[in-house]
Every structure is written in structure tokens, then in C-alpha cells.
């Protein structure tokens, strides 16, 4: 069966810091493009940033660059997003996905939320 589990939201105040973990099961790791998304209800889903297991190639959006650091532990099949210098815009539910690596993977997963697998998603709450 394949899991993707997300862990590591919370609420945290405007400035500081959050880990999110994102478990992978059930499919070849390295085969695969990881990526971070979040979800407001006013503004949809946005991809955050996103990892390519096998060469470790990252990509982030504007405005997180600087701020949140992506990152894989092949041995333990997870994903983190380190999240620091967190603000009040940054709170919503965040979700990662994964995408079997081929051509354009990162961007199709990226931009256009193409994905084989979503995970349930954790909430991030930034208090200002």
C-alpha cells in the first residue's frame, strides 16, 4: 500500500521555526519527485518546493526561498521541509505528493500539481 504521511504542523509564532516530515511507503523512493504543497482557503493549493530523490536537483517558490530548505533521507524514505522565519501568510495545510521521475517532472509536479500520490496534509499555524 502506498502511504504518504505527513507530520510536524502546529502552531508556532510569527518568526519561528517548524520541521515538517513527509513518510514515504509502498513505492521505490529514488524513482520518484517529492514535493511540498499548502492550501488556504482563499488562495488554493501552491506548490512550495519540491526534491528530486535521485540527484537531489530543489526547486521553491518565490516566497519561500531563503526561508524553508528542503531535504531527503534516502535511508529512511522521508522527505523534511525545514521552515524557518515563518510568517502569518505561510499558515495553511500543507500536503506533499509524489510524481515518478521522467521528463519535466519537477515543474509538472511543481506548477501544475501533477502527482501519483498525495498525502493527507498537516496544519501549519504562524500566530502573529
Known amino acids: 500500500e502506498v502511504q504518504l504521511v505527513e507530520s510536524g504542523g502546529g502552531l508556532v509564532q510569527a518568526g519561528g521555526s517548524l520541521r515538517l516530515s513527509c513518510a514515504a511507503s509502498?513505492?521505490?523512493?529514488?524513482?520518484?519527485?517529492i514535493g511540498w504543497f499548502r492550501q488556504t482557503p482563499g488562495k488554493g493549493r501552491e506548490g512550495v518546493s519540491c526534491i528530486s530523490i535521485v540527484d537531489g536537483e530543489t526547486r521553491y517558490t518565490d516566497s519561500v526561498k531563503g526561508r524553508f530548505t528542503i531535504s531527503a533521507d534516502n535511508a529512511k524514505n522521508t522527505v523534511y521541509l525545514q521552515m524557518n522565519s515563518l510568517k502569518s501568510e505561510d499558515t495553511a495545510v500543507y500536503f506533499c505528493?509524489?510524481?515518478?521521475?521522467?521528463?519535466?517532472?519537477?515543474?509538472?509536479?511543481?506548477?501544475?500539481?501533477?502527482?501519483?500520490?498525495w498525502g493527507q496534509g498537516t496544519q501549519v499555524t504562524v500566530s502573529s
Open positions: 509502498g513505492f521505490t523512493f529514488d524513482d520518484y519527485v
Open positions: 505528493a509524489a510524481l515518478r521521475k521522467t521528463v519535466a517532472t519537477m515543474n509538472r509536479l511543481m506548477y501544475r500539481h501533477e502527482a501519483d500520490y
